[in-house]
């Protein structure tokens, strides 16, 4: 990935960085010193071939690395200043008296500091005179793996677990730490290592029978600056222990995740907490003891207190049992009524962790209204960078737009300018903890991803979430550079690529904001009415006159009403709605006329035909680059597209099929229609 480093052969940068890093020192010894320390020494063997020379020494160093207890008495004043202003990952890369200094607040903003100086070494900055001062945005930066014991990861399209094989944790951990240094390269500081559906045996995690192993891992990633977190069963009072309730008011159920809770950090101390997936697609919870979510998730917060714990406690829980006749009950509602009216009943450490839109990571929805809607509760937002319904790492979608747009989504909820971004961040409520979460996407597969484009999507969700102000291209031609190298022509080609992909995806696939009409159960590939008589509360309600979901708080579910002025008003009003998310807000007959001056039905036929075509644009764009790279990752690539571009065709040819089939209206321009 982006920490597989080349020779820098440009001889006047390679010569610069030479003469940087000719005597370096680094200030202490915690483990995360010792990572910051390996990761330099790596990265400068493997650019410039060089066996970094260390000193002891301060004073004789021309590079100096420590945390600021370390290093305090060689900074300048206005250096110390800059770090007592930034929050404890913080730190300074700087270039002062001919030496360059790399000085974080705490030896995590050493690790950060460290690796914002490779990344420049990797596209071949100007070192010369830095003047870095930095600090991540949003303070949890996690990363969800949804691994299984079995070694099978849900959602997973990149091979097995590098957590689990067969039943059994891992012995061999070194594809763990290698995933360690690559999530603290950009930034990522917790880490939950099991599904969130928890089963049977995983139940057993937070008992004796794991948690020496499990400790093993949670070292791995405290070395870099990551905190480990368990997806726990709700109900394993009862499983584990027999107790007749998993009842969160109940004495003996209290007393039971206290005891687990003192015997879990005993063999980890920083242990982060737990995540907690309850009532939600038949995992236990609350519910059945006709408690709500705020007794659940306080129960364990309690029990986490002491030890600074956290409880993650996810909001996606909605009635996965509907009845499709039901036109009243709208599973976009759901977050929003099960959770805003518990604002204020959460315990300090409890973090709710809301999925960026109201229904499942579709390509394109709107953005959840829960997110800013509960100013006394912290929230993280949940992304999935595994491609579940945006092309299973078959299909290219870069990703990163469309969280951009998420951050980028001004709520109101306290005025312009409440954006998510500003929310999550807590800048908007006094949150006392918050952040961003998100899916992962890597396997076991020789490139992680499956894709290895897919890569870009782990790396700028990383890249974003601490910066959020970085914008989709510079974000994915740092991650091009990294991994392919400088060239232009490399970094140009794949950057256009990346940059359209999800808009291409939604092309051939979703249109105006329909969502779900991929195959049930493995959500690849087309099946339009495959989940319309579901139970499952996903539908578009297409019928011979017209298509889309109408949500409105006059004639439809009233979702729209869960948005602030003049969010509810633009989502409400059909003429105000944005054409992208026109059918997820309103049921409209094919010939109305969209904003683009096209109606519903050729826009639907118009895109389908495009999008196919633009994954043959894609695929010649990468065919162009074959000299320019490794047999093994062009190889790679253009076997994912030759299955992308069958995908697209079904996609095309099934949708425009449907609907030309229902609506008996033909394509303006005559183009092929089955
Ligand atoms: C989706 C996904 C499930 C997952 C669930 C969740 O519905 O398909 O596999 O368990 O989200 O986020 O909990």
């Known amino acids: 990935m982006w920490l597989q480093y080349e020779i820098c052969t440009v001889e006047q940068v390679n010569v610069q960085y030479q003469s940087l890093l000719r005597n370096v020192v680094i200030k202490g010894n915690d483990p995360i010193i010792f990572s910051a320390k390996d990761e330099l020494q790596r990265a400068v063997k493997g650019m410039l071939d060089h066996e970094l020379s260390w000193t002891e020494n301060v004073q004789e160093a021309n590079f100096v690395i420590g945390n600021i207890n370390e290093v305090a008495d060689f900074l300048k004043e206005e250096q110390r200043q800059l770090l007592t202003d930034l929050t404890e990952e913080g730190y300074i890369v700087q270039t002062s008296n001919q030496k360059t200094y790399i000085v974080g607040n705490t030896d995590k903003g050493v690790l950060y500091g460290v690796h914002h100086f490779i990344r420049l070494m990797q596209i071949n900055s100007d070192l010369s005179q830095l003047q870095i001062v930095e600090q991540p945005k949003n303070q949890f930066r996690m990363i969800n793996q949804w691994d299984n014991l079995d070694g099978t990861v849900e959602r997973?399209?990149?091979?097995?677990?590098?957590?689990?094989?067969?039943?059994?944790?891992?012995?061999?951990?070194?594809?763990?730490?290698?995933?360690?240094?690559?999530?603290?390269?950009?930034?990522?500081?917790?880490?939950?290592?099991?599904?969130?559906?928890?089963?049977?045996?995983?139940?057993?995690?937070?008992?004796?029978?794991?948690?020496?192993?499990?400790?093993?891992?949670?070292?791995?990633?405290?070395?870099?600056?990551?905190?480990?977190?368990?997806?726990?069963?709700?109900?394993?009072?009862?499983?584990?222990?027999?107790?007749?309730?998993?009842?969160?008011?109940?004495?003996?159920?209290?007393?039971?995740?206290?005891?687990?809770?003192?015997?879990?950090?005993?063999?980890?101390p920083d242990f982060g907490g737990f995540v907690v997936k309850a009532d939600s697609e038949h995992r236990p919870g609350p519910f059945t003891y006709n408690r709500d979510h705020a007794d659940g998730a306080n129960m364990l917060a309690e029990?986490?207190?002491?030890?600074?714990?956290?409880?993650?406690?996810?909001?996606?829980?909605?009635?996965?049992?509907?009845d499709w006749r039901d036109r009243a009950t709208d599973r976009a509602r759901a977050a929003y009524d099960h959770f805003k009216p518990l604002d204020g009943r959460f315990h300090e450490n409890v973090l709710l962790q809301i999925k960026n839109g109201p229904m499942d990571f579709q390509?394109?929805?709107?953005?959840?209204?829960?997110?800013?809607?509960?100013?006394?509760?912290?929230?993280?937002?949940?992304?999935?960078?595994?491609?579940?319904?945006?092309?299973?790492?078959?299909?290219?979608?870069?990703?990163?737009?469309?969280?951009?747009?998420?951050?980028?989504?001004?709520?109101?909820?306290?005025?312009?300018?409440?954006?998510?971004?500003?929310?999550?961040?807590?800048?908007?409520?006094?949150?006392?903890?918050?952040?961003?979460?998100?899916?992962?996407?890597?396997?076991?597969?020789?490139?992680?991803?499956?894709?290895?484009?897919?890569?870009?999507?782990?790396?700028?969700?990383?890249?974003?979430?601490?910066?959020?102000?970085?914008?989709?291209?510079?974000?994915?031609e740092e991650w091009i550079s990294q991994t392919f190298g400088n060239q232009k022509e490399v970094v140009e080609k794949i950057g256009s690529m990346l940059l359209s992909s999800w808009t291409i995806y939604e092309n051939y696939t979703a249109p105006l904001g329909v969502g779900w009409m991929v195959t049930p159960g493995i959500h690849y590939g087309p099946n339009i009415d495959g989940y319309e008589y579901s139970r499952w509360g996903t539908y578009h309600f297409a019928d011979r006159e017209g298509i889309g979901v109408d949500r409105t708080i006059e004639t439809g579910t009233g979702y729209t009403d869960q948005y602030e002025e003049p969010n509810r008003s633009i989502y409400n009003i059909?003429?105000?709605?944005?054409?992208?998310?026109?059918?997820?807000?309103?049921?409209?007959?094919?010939?109305?006329?969209?904003?683009?001056?096209?109606t519903v039905i050729q826009h639907i036929y118009n895109t389908h035909f495009k999008g196919y075509e633009q994954v043959e644009d894609l695929m010649d764009s990468w065919n162009s680059l074959e000299s320019l790279m490794d047999n093994d990752r062009f190889k790679n690539v253009q076997d994912r597209f030759r299955r992308q571009k069958i995908n697209a065709k079904e996609w095309r040819d099934q949708i425009n099929s449907y609907f030309y089939r229902k609506s008996g209206i033909a394509d303006q321009y005559n183009r092929t229609i089955y």
């Not at 207190?305 to 956290?310: A, F, L, T």
């Not at 049921?587 to 006329?593: A, D, E, F, G, L």
Request: proline share 4%; aromatic share 14%.
């Open 156 to 268: 997973g399209y990149s091979g097995q677990s590098i957590f689990y094989q067969n039943g059994k944790i891992v012995k061999d951990k070194k594809r763990i730490r290698d995933y360690a240094r690559y999530l603290s390269s950009v930034g990522i500081n917790a880490i939950s290592i099991n599904n969130v559906n928890v089963w049977e045996e995983e139940t057993y995690f937070i008992t004796n029978k794991y948690l020496a192993e499990i400790k093993a891992i949670a070292d791995i990633f405290s070395a870099y600056a990551i905190r480990l977190y368990l997806s726990i069963n709700f109900a394993s009072p009862m499983a584990i222990d027999g107790l007749s309730t998993a009842d969160p008011l109940n004495k003996e159920v209290k007393q039971w995740w206290k005891e687990k809770v003192a015997e879990i950090y005993e063999y980890i």
């Open 303 to 322: 029990a986490l207190e002491p030890y600074d714990g956290k409880v993650v406690w996810r909001c996606f829980v909605y009635n996965c049992l509907q």
């Open 363 to 476: 390509v394109r929805e709107p953005v959840s209204p829960l997110l800013g809607a509960m100013p006394q509760t912290n929230q993280l937002v949940e992304f999935q960078v595994a491609q579940e319904y945006t092309g299973q790492q078959i299909d290219l979608c870069y990703l990163i737009p469309q969280w951009k747009q998420v951050l980028d989504f001004d709520t109101h909820i306290k005025g312009t300018g409440s954006t998510i971004s500003e929310i999550v961040a807590g800048n908007i409520h006094a949150y006392k903890y918050s952040g961003i979460a998100a899916v992962s996407n890597i396997g076991d597969d020789e490139n992680w991803t499956g894709h290895t484009l897919a890569q870009a999507n782990l790396y700028g969700y990383g890249r974003l979430i601490w910066d959020p102000s970085l914008s989709s291209q510079e974000i994915a």
């Open 574 to 598: 059909l003429s105000e709605c944005p054409d992208e998310l026109l059918l997820f807000f309103h049921h409209v007959p094919y010939k109305y006329t969209l904003k683009n001056g096209e």
